[in-house]
């Protein structure tokens, strides 16, 4: 079984400044995938990053980083250069390799970014 | 990119009826799907677990016989929530993993908001 959690019900950031989001996990597998998506108000699910959990090389796309700490069991989203478009709530999920490989998700974080 | 396609988006349904959503892939094979629900302000919550020319896996607590789910080919599967009740007013969303084996993550569909007056 896996947890994931979210501790940051609400964030909020400047616009153009740097956020980060946190995200804790903990599972029994070894071989697993972590995942960070974005549901803006259209509520469609849209995935911002992932990281394979077996790759130590922290995951990028453009503006959004992570910051994976295999043995904490974290695994942090930061998003540089915030811009209007990025308020949304941000779910945390972890997938399993094995098995059904459902998604588990964290109860998520709402971003809203201030003009 | 693979694209899941969920219809419809939204339906108003009478308590005691049933409600029928689908779920495609558009681009390619879907041999699992999976069905979530999200009330206002939460996050997803799995339902069951859709295989393709097998019955579903549900999760703890989610009623079989109320929420049926089909998955007869590799591209559609269907949810039917039968004898709606106002309490199964919610947002459902579906997701598809293909055939292949390149770790790509879920994709999702629009989901489907349901309301039961």
């Known amino acids: 079984a896996q947890t994931v959690t979210q501790s940051q019900p609400e964030m909020s950031v400047q616009e153009a400044e740097t956020v980060t989001l946190s995200c804790t996990y903990d599972t029994s597998e070894s071989d697993y995938y972590l995942f960070w998506y974005k549901q803006p108000p259209s509520r469609q699910m849209i995935l911002v990053i992932r990281?394979?959990?077996?790759?130590?090389q922290n995951a990028t796309e453009n503006r959004f980083s992570v910051n994976f700490q295999k043995a904490a069991k974290s695994f942090s989203l930061k998003i540089s250069d915030s811009q209007l478009g990025d308020a949304a709530m941000y779910f945390c999920?972890?997938?399993?390799?094995?098995?059904?490989?459902?998604?588990?998700f964290g109860t998520g974080t709402r971003l809203t970014i201030i003009p | 990119g693979a694209v899941v396609s969920q219809h419809p988006s939204w339906v108003i349904c009478k308590s005691g009826t049933s409600v029928k959503i689908e779920c495609r892939s558009l681009?390619?094979?879907?041999?699992?799907m999976f069905w979530y629900r999200q009330f206002p302000k939460q996050s997803l919550m799995l339902m069951a677990t859709?295989?393709?020319?097998?019955?579903?896996?549900?999760e703890q607590g989610v009623e079989k016989d109320k929420f049926l789910i089909n998955h007869a080919s590799l591209t559609l599967s269907t949810l039917t929530v039968t004898s709606a009740h106002p309490e199964d007013s919610s947002f459902y969303i579906c997701?598809?993993?293909?055939?292949?084996?390149?770790?790509?993550?879920?994709?999702f569909g629009n989901g489907t908001r349901l309301t039961v007056t």
């Open positions: 997701s598809a993993h293909g055939t292949w084996r390149d770790n790509s993550p879920l994709h």
């Open positions: 999920a972890c997938k399993s390799n094995f098995g059904n490989e459902k998604l588990t």
């Open positions: 859709s295989n393709e020319g097998s019955k579903a896996t549900y």
């Open positions: 990281q394979e959990a077996y790759k130590q």
């Open positions: 681009d390619f094979q879907a041999t699992t």
